[in-house]
């Protein structure tokens, strides 16, 4: 399942606790992964997460228990509270959202990774 997959790659590939495959909009969570199980981010989190990396937009966004300041260029999005990172990549059919105890670059380099392997499988 797409639940195992990434909790995988996560563990084996960056300091990300959280990822979530969802719709081009952000409002159908279509596969979600965390440790411990610890995943509390909502569709109006990822829908705002997703409508921010279409328009660019800057701003503060909630994903999970947390509220992160946008940081980085337009059409790329990358967030940062603390030591938290979280950040989101377009697949063909969708956006991928990570979130851990990372840099921005870190998020978005798991974020990109994931969306990649998705591509790759057509999604």
């Known amino acids: 399942s797409w639940d195992a997959y990434p909790a995988y790659l996560l563990q084996h590939k960056a300091k990300m606790q959280i990822a979530c495959f969802v ?67 377009k697949t063909n059919s969708g956006v991928v959202i990570c979130s851990g105890q990372d840099s921005p670059q870190g998020a978005i380099a798991a974020a990109d990774f994931l969306a990649d392997e998705l591509k790759g499988k057509g999604c």
């Open 23 to 89: 719709a081009a909009d952000g409002k159908q969570i279509w596969g979600r992964s965390a440790r411990d199980n610890n995943f509390n981010a909502t569709e109006a989190q990822t829908a705002a997460i997703a409508a921010a990396l279409a328009s660019g937009a800057p701003g503060q966004y909630d994903f999970g228990d947390k509220k992160y300041m946008k940081v980085g260029p337009p059409g790329m999005f990358m967030g940062k509270k603390g030591d938290w990172a979280v950040a989101a990549a």
